[in-house]
T-cell receptor
Framework: GQSLEQPSEVTAVEGAIVQINCTYQ??????LSWYQQHDGGAPTFLSY??LDGLEETGRFSSFLSRSDSYGYLLLQELQMKDSASYFC??????????WGAGTKLIIKP | DSGVTQTPKHLITATGQRVTLRCSPR?????VYWYQQSLDQGLQFLIQ???????AKGNILERFSAQQFPDLHSELNLSSLELGDSALYFC????????????FGPGTRLTVL
């Protein structure tokens, strides 16, 4: 089967850099997506890695290493508005997204 | 605003009842996905439709069913409701069937009393 693991909670300081890790077990997949969800809100797409390496989108970057079955989301210059839950999601062989349980990011001033 | 609309925003009902949740995808999107999110939980994929046809099924109970109409809007029917069905139900849409980038609606919060 396919499964993803993320830390349940990460705490960081405003202005700092934080990395949210996602490890997975799968026999094959197309890519890894990241979504952000604020409390009471809908998930919003952040990034997608089809290939190994780093994808950068403004203050957010996402990384994938297929050989290590590992990916991460990097958030730089943290702002209070970045406080949210972050989900990694694997695009499996049938193109469906398999979702991690989410990481709650707490930012302190 | 993602362009995906869901109605109603809130729904309160009693155990044993049946409800219908409605979703209109973004203009041009052919795929519609339904998800359930219980309190402080991750997203559970329920079902996907692509251009009117069922494409994939996830952890959807037999009491739940869905369909996608010719105008591409979709409805999720939940019947014989139980307390544990209380959750946020999200609809998402994407252009293709292999949607790694999905656009989510605001969700319907269902409370079963």
């Amino acid at each position: 089967g396919q499964s993803l693991e993320q830390p349940s909670e990460v705490t960081a300081v405003e202005g700092a850099i934080v990395q949210i890790n996602c490890t997975y077990q799968t026999s094959g997949f197309y890519g890894l997506s990241w979504y952000q969800q604020h409390d009471g809100g809908a998930p919003t797409f952040l990034s997608y890695n089809a290939l190994d390496g780093l994808e950068e989108t403004g203050r957010f970057s996402s990384f994938l290493s297929r050989s290590d079955s590992y990916g991460y989301l990097l958030l730089q210059e943290l702002q209070m508005k970045d406080s949210a839950s972050y989900f990694c999601a694997l695009q499996g062989g049938n193109y469906q997204l398999i979702w991690g349980a989410g990481t709650k990011l707490i930012i302190k001033p | 605003d993602s362009g995906v609309t869901q109605t109603p925003k809130h729904l309160i009902t009693a155990t044993g009842q049946r409800v219908t949740l409605r979703c209109s995808p973004r203009s041009g999107d052919l795929s519609v996905y339904w998800y359930q999110q219980s309190l402080d939980q991750g997203l559970q994929f329920l079902i996907q439709y692509y251009n009117g046809e069922e494409r994939a099924k996830g952890n959807i109970l037999e009491r739940f069913s869905a369909q996608q109409f010719p105008d591409l809007h979709s409805e999720l029917n939940l019947s014989s409701l139980e307390l544990g069905d209380s959750a946020l139900y999200f609809c998402a849409s994407s252009i293709s069937t292999g949607g790694n980038e999905q656009f989510f609606g605001p969700g319907t919060r269902l409370t079963v009393l």
